[in-house]
């Protein structure tokens, strides 16, 4: 690899500096402090630091931070690979990701769906994996159809290849630009927002898996890679045991998505298939904490999208314990919630918590789930009786859960 200019060589130490510094003043785990300081000494950081590696970028509304993961895993059957392990997902985390793994030939990237174009732009990532588009707490489908306008823009007249889910209207209208794009068919589980033809607007009709606009040509591409129950099915036809470690279908769709980008890595299914097995845990998520003989495990759910595959993972037979927050990060407004169907939950102990407990409690009360109110989630757990628990929680809810009972069993 060539050498960073001078300048640049300055501002990464700086900023690695600036991340121990706020690591040991124990104020997280100082990447996006570390990567600020680093683009504010050479705004051009990003593009110096990406030049001569072989990048791969993540995005999609749910499951980035796992299919990241997941990537990494496979790729590093080739060499050393930088990554942002830890979800911070903008131009300064990905700086920061990049000047702490200063010689690995490789990087796979989790990119908020925002900055896609951006970090495509100023990275000239080689590789980008998207795997679905919905509605997050705050946007409406308005917004993500514009996102989705965006990738196509970014994605035009460039040499980069893509990945991407077929199975997902609006993700294959926003890869469709692309100079080559391998399909997957990773399964859509929520479509509610995606009743209508990105190109023309008129009503798609679906049959099984398939699907096509009634009124235009835009239609589902013929996949290359296939997700079908536990197995994958390659190019070639042939079908693999996924048998992977994290739970739920759209786990297994993340980890077909991972096998495609390493296959356009050189990596094959036999060699990236046991590193994608080795994995057990992402960032805490399906982690299990332990207090008193409770194993709580904890499944994380920003959207809505998000609940129905926490639904998909959490075993009917056991308790479950729902927490919901609204600080920054989750979204103020929770009229979200009244988007997912919790009927599923019906015949389950349910237990509700977290500062807007109230606002689920009257969402269940309507879909006529019973459950019991608690104050705290300690409280919730106290309430269980000894052995396995499920525990869904959105993103502050998730984190205070993790801070407060420290390391999993
Ligand atoms: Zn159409």
Redesign the pocket.
């Known amino acids: 690899m060539t050498q960073l200019p001078l300048r640049a060589q300055l501002a990464s130490a700086l900023g690695r500096s600036a991340a121990t510094l706020s690591r040991m003043t124990g104020r997280g785990d100082g990447s996006v402090i570390g990567g600020r300081v680093g683009l504010l000494l050479e705004p051009d950081l990003l593009r110096q630091l990406a030049r001569d590696r072989k990048l791969a970028l993540v995005s999609a509304t749910n499951g980035k931070t796992t299919t990241t993961r997941l990537i990494t895993s496979a790729l590093l059957e080739l060499g050393e690979v930088a990554t942002n392990a830890f979800g911070a997902n903008m131009p300064a985390g990905h700086v920061s990701a990049l000047s702490q793994q200063k010689r690995a030939p490789y990087g796979v990237l989790e990119v908020d769906e925002k900055y896609l174009p951006e970090v495509l732009d100023t990275t000239g990532a080689g590789v980008v994996c998207l795997m679905n588009l919905s509605r997050d707490q705050m946007d409406r489908a308005a917004e993500i159809w514009l996102l989705a306008q965006k990738w196509r823009r970014a994605l035009s007249g460039k040499p980069t290849h893509v990945i991407a889910n077929c199975d997902d209207p609006l993700v294959t209208w926003g890869a469709s630009t692309a100079a080559a794009v391998t399909w997957v068919a990773g399964g859509q589980r929520w479509k509610e927002d995606s009743w209508c033809?990105?190109?023309?607007?008129?009503p798609?009709d679906r049959k099984d898996a398939d699907w096509a606009?009634?009124?235009?040509?835009?239609h589902r591409p013929e996949p290359q890679w296939v997700v079908d129950g536990d197995s994958a099915i390659d190019p070639r036809g042939q079908r693999w045991m996924l048998d992977i470690q994290l739970p739920g279908q759209a786990n297994r769709s993340n980890a077909v998505m991972a096998l495609a980008v390493a296959d356009t890595f050189g990596v094959p299914v036999e060699r990236a298939l046991p590193r994608l097995r080795e994995v057990t845990s992402v960032a805490g998520r399906y982690t299990t904490v332990e207090r008193d003989g409770r194993f709580a495990r904890l499944l994380l759910s920003k959207n809505p999208a998000g609940w129905l595959e926490a639904f998909d993972v959490a075993d009917p037979q056991f308790p479950i314990i729902l927490s919901v927050n609204a600080q920054g990060p989750d979204g103020r407004d929770t009229s979200w919630l009244w988007d997912v169907d919790y009927r599923i939950l019906r015949g389950r102990p349910v237990f509700v918590t977290g500062e807007r407990r109230l606002d689920l409690a009257l969402r269940l009360d309507v879909a006529d789930v019973p459950f019991t109110l608690c104050g705290t989630f300690s409280e919730a757990l106290a309430m269980q009786p000894p052995g396995r628990v499920d525990v869904i929680a959105n993103y502050t809810a998730f984190q205070q859960i993790r801070s407060e009972f420290g390391r999993a069993v």
Do not use: N
Request: aromatic residues 8%; contains cysteine.
């Open positions: 033809c990105p190109e023309c607007g008129g798609l606009c009634r009124e235009c040509t835009f």
